[in-house]
C-alpha cells in the first residue's frame, strides 16, 4: 500500500481551506485545516497537524475510493495525553481541476485497537467514516509501524517545542512537597523516548525518577533497572536501582534494593555506553519536569504570603525559571 511511500512538505501540496464542523453538546466547534493552519479539533480537544509528515499511498480494494492519496496527521496538542487516537486528514493526489480543494476525508484512528474512531464528527461523517474504514483495510504491519513512528514524532516535537499551558497532567502536590514522592519522566510525558539498552545480550530499560519538590535544588535522578519481559503486556522485573549525579557524573548504589552492586553497576555501564550524553538526557528531563511541575503548582496550590523575591531571582515556583519570566510577569 505504502509501496511508493513518499514524504511530502507543504511547499508541493495545497490543502485549501476546508471548514469542518462538529458538535459538542448543544455546540458547534468550527476547525480550518488548511495550507495556513496546522490545528484541527480532535477527540481530545485541539490537536496538532504534522505538515512535515505527510506521506502518499494508494487505496486498491474499495473500487469505491480506489486510487492515490496523500494524507497527513493531527495528534492531541497534550505531550502528556496517554491516548493513541490521531486524526487523519486525506484527499486525492491528482484532483480533478473543478474539485474542491478542501480535504474531503476527515476520520480518526486509534492506533492502539487498529479501528477508526466512530462518532468522531456528528454532521456529515458517513463518507469520512467509509473511507478511513477502507483505508484501514488495506493497513498491515508496516504500514501501522508507520502510523505509529509519524504519531511520536510529533509528540515529540511538541515535547521539543513545549507549552506549559497544554499540559493538563496531574500532579500530586501533596505528596511531592510534604512525603518528597518523586515522579516518574515517562509516566507524564509517555511519549517520549525511553531509556532503553541491551546488556549480555539481554534487553533492559530504565524508568526515571525526579524530585520535584519546590525548595529543593537537588540534581540527580534516581533509575531503576528493569529487564524487558519476553512477551508484551507481562510486568517487567525490577534488577536493581541506584542515584546518579548528572552535575557531578556520580552514582550512588542503592542499597536497598534488588541486585547486587556489582551487576547494577554492569548495567549502568550499558546505559552508558548507549547513552553517552546520559548526563545531559537526564538534567533536561528533570529541567521539563520541573517547569511542568511549576506551572501545575501555581495554579493548584492555594495563595500564601507574598515573597520578596527580586526580578532577577529564581522563582519560588520551582520552574527554575527566573521570577520575571515566570511567575513575575
Given at each position: 500500500?505504502?509501496?511508493?511511500?513518499?514524504?511530502?512538505?507543504?511547499?508541493?501540496?495545497?490543502?485549501?481551506?476546508?471548514?469542518?464542523?462538529?458538535?459538542?453538546?448543544?455546540?458547534?466547534?468550527?476547525?480550518?485545516?488548511?495550507?495556513?493552519?496546522?490545528l484541527?479539533?480532535?477527540?481530545c480537544?485541539?490537536?496538532?497537524?504534522?505538515?512535515?509528515?505527510?506521506w502518499?499511498?494508494?487505496?486498491?480494494?474499495?473500487?469505491?475510493?480506489?486510487?492515490?492519496?496523500?494524507?497527513?496527521?493531527?495528534?492531541?496538542?497534550?505531550?502528556?495525553?496517554?491516548?493513541?487516537?490521531?486524526?487523519?486528514?486525506c484527499?486525492?493526489?491528482?484532483?480533478?481541476?473543478d474539485?474542491?480543494?478542501?480535504?474531503?476525508?476527515?476520520?480518526?484512528?486509534?492506533?492502539?485497537?487498529?479501528?477508526?474512531?466512530?462518532?468522531?464528527?456528528?454532521?456529515?461523517q458517513?463518507?469520512?467514516?467509509?473511507?478511513?474504514q477502507?483505508?484501514?483495510?488495506?493497513?498491515?504491519?508496516?504500514?501501522?509501524?508507520?502510523?505509529?513512528?509519524?504519531?511520536?514524532?510529533?509528540?515529540?516535537?511538541?515535547?521539543?517545542?513545549?507549552?506549559p499551558?497544554?499540559?493538563?497532567?496531574?500532579?500530586?502536590?501533596?505528596?511531592?512537597?510534604n512525603?518528597?514522592?518523586?515522579?516518574s519522566?515517562?509516566?507524564?510525558?509517555?511519549?517520549?523516548?525511553?531509556?532503553?539498552?541491551?546488556?549480555?545480550?539481554?534487553?533492559?530499560?530504565?524508568?526515571?525518577?525526579?524530585?520535584?519538590?519546590?525548595?529543593?535544588?537537588?540534581?540527580?535522578?534516581?533509575?531503576?533497572?528493569h529487564?524487558?519481559?519476553?512477551?508484551?503486556?507481562?510486568?517487567?522485573?525490577?534488577?536493581?536501582?541506584?542515584?546518579?549525579?548528572?552535575?557531578?557524573?556520580?552514582?550512588?548504589?542503592?542499597?536497598?534494593?534488588?541486585?547486587?552492586?556489582?551487576?547494577?553497576?554492569?548495567?549502568?555501564?550499558?546505559?552508558?555506553?548507549?547513552?553517552?550524553?546520559?548526563?545531559?538526557?537526564?538534567?533536561?528531563?528533570?529541567?521539563?519536569?520541573?517547569?511542568?511541575?511549576?506551572?501545575?503548582?501555581?495554579?493548584?496550590?492555594?495563595?500564601?504570603?507574598?515573597?520578596?523575591?527580586?526580578?532577577?531571582?529564581?522563582?519560588?515556583c520551582?520552574s527554575?525559571?527566573?521570577?520575571?519570566?515566570?511567575?513575575?510577569?
Amino acid at each position: 500500500m505504502f509501496g511508493n511511500h513518499t514524504t511530502m512538505r507543504t511547499d508541493y501540496i495545497t490543502w485549501g481551506k476546508s471548514i469542518i464542523a462538529r458538535r459538542s453538546g448543544d455546540s458547534t466547534r468550527r476547525a480550518r485545516v488548511d495550507s495556513f493552519s496546522n490545528l484541527v479539533y480532535g477527540q481530545c480537544g485541539m490537536m496538532h497537524f504534522d505538515e512535515k509528515s505527510m506521506w502518499g499511498f494508494r487505496l486498491e480494494r474499495d473500487p469505491t475510493f480506489q486510487g492515490d492519496y496523500m494524507a497527513g496527521m493531527g495528534v492531541c496538542e497534550d505531550p502528556s495525553c496517554p491516548c493513541a487516537v490521531v486524526t487523519m486528514g486525506c484527499k486525492e493526489s491528482n484532483p480533478a481541476p473543478d474539485a474542491s480543494m478542501g480535504i474531503p476525508y476527515i476520520f480518526q484512528l486509534d492506533l492502539d485497537t487498529r479501528k477508526v474512531v466512530k462518532g468522531f464528527f456528528k454532521q456529515g461523517q458517513a463518507e469520512s467514516v467509509k473511507f478511513g474504514q477502507s483505508y484501514v483495510r488495506e493497513l498491515g504491519d508496516k504500514e501501522w509501524a508507520h502510523l505509529r513512528n509519524v504519531f511520536l514524532s510529533a509528540k515529540r516535537t511538541l515535547i521539543e517545542n513545549l507549552n506549559p499551558e497544554k499540559v493538563k497532567y496531574q500532579f500530586q502536590i501533596r505528596e511531592i512537597e510534604n512525603e518528597a514522592a518523586m515522579v516518574s519522566y515517562i509516566s507524564v510525558l509517555c511519549c517520549d523516548d525511553k531509556l532503553d539498552f541491551t546488556s549480555d545480550s539481554r534487553e533492559f530499560f530504565v524508568s526515571d525518577y525526579y524530585c520535584l519538590k519546590s525548595d529543593c535544588n537537588c540534581k540527580s535522578v534516581h533509575l531503576v533497572f528493569h529487564e524487558k519481559p519476553a512477551n508484551t503486556g507481562s510486568k517487567a522485573p525490577i534488577i536493581g536501582s541506584l542515584t546518579y549525579s548528572y552535575d557531578s557524573q556520580t552514582d550512588c548504589f542503592d542499597e536497598n534494593s534488588r541486585g547486587s552492586r556489582e551487576s547494577v553497576g554492569a548495567l549502568f555501564n550499558s546505559l552508558k555506553t548507549t547513552c553517552p550524553d546520559l548526563a545531559s538526557v537526564i538534567r533536561k528531563r528533570h529541567r521539563i519536569l520541573k517547569i511542568l511541575y511549576g506551572n501545575s503548582l501555581r495554579k493548584n496550590r492555594p495563595p500564601t504570603s507574598p515573597v520578596d523575591v527580586g526580578r532577577n531571582d529564581t522563582c519560588p515556583c520551582g520552574s527554575g525559571r527566573k521570577f520575571k519570566h515566570c511567575c513575575g510577569r
